[in-house]
């Protein structure tokens, strides 16, 4: 079945810090690929979306490219600040006949120190 | 102002009780979704619904029913709970079903005893 990795539950940086957060992904399908935020108290919201394969979407800093050839969409920001404090959520959507479901990856938690 | 309103942000019951989890949405979309969100475990989808159809389920036990009552309103009724079914429950909307754009609630933090 389809299925979303990410494997650091936790990432612990200092501002101005270089951010990757890993994400790997497997379907039979065509995919498109998301990068949800989940700040405290609140729902996801969206980052970032990219429907086609090898493109790059990028939003308030954050970059991920929808790499095919290795099954990825790593999300990068050059410069964390305390504000991007927060869950990053990989999600994938795959549409069959019928059947329109995200299926998210178990977050990674995102700390930054000041 | 949240577009998207679920109530109440937190819920104790006991074992054997029922619950209805309101869902309200004011972004005029015509789609709306449940996902619940256990301890420890990505979020998973439930159930979608379009223009107050459901259209998809991935929810096993029927102990767990959406209800339409509006067009903009999806609640989630759970009768005979579990203390597994301790979760946080998202509801969610977009403008068409099949859209790519999800736009998620608070969520209802739910504690079974």
């Known amino acids: 079945g389809d299925s979303v990795i990410q494997m650091q539950g936790q990432v612990t940086l200092s501002e101005n810090d270089f951010l990757f957060i890993n994400c790997t992904y497997s379907t039979t399908g065509y995919p498109t690929l998301f990068w949800y935020v989940q700040y405290s108290g609140e729902g996801p919201q969206l980052l970032l979306q990219v429907t086609t394969a090898n493109n790059k979407g990028s939003s308030r800093g954050f970059e991920a490219t929808y790499d095919k050839g290795t099954t990825s969409f790593h999300l990068q920001k050059t410069s964390v600040q305390e504000i991007d404090s927060a869950v990053y959520y990989c999600?994938?959507?795959?549409?069959?006949?019928?059947?329109?479901?995200?299926?998210f990856g178990k977050g990674t938690q995102l700390i930054i120190q000041p | 102002d949240p577009k998207i309103i679920q109530k109440p942000k937190y819920l104790v019951a006991v074992t054997g009780s029922e619950k209805i989890l309101i869902c309200e949405q004011y972004?005029?979309?015509?789609?709306m979704y449940w996902y619940r969100q256990s301890a420890k475990k990505p979020l998973e989808f439930m159930f979608s619904y379009s223009y107050q159809k459901l259209m998809d389920n991935q929810t096993a036990s029927s102990r767990f029913q959406p209800q339409s009552s509006k067009k903009n309103h999806l609640d989630l009724q759970i009768t005979a709970l579990k203390p597994d079914d301790s979760a946080t429950y998202f509801c969610a909307s977009s403008q068409e079903w099949s859209q790519n754009t999800l736009y998620f609630g608070a969520g209802t933090r739910l504690s079974v005893l």
């Open positions: 972004l005029g979309h015509n789609a």
């Open positions: 999600a994938m959507r795959v549409y069959t006949e019928g059947a329109d479901r995200l299926t």
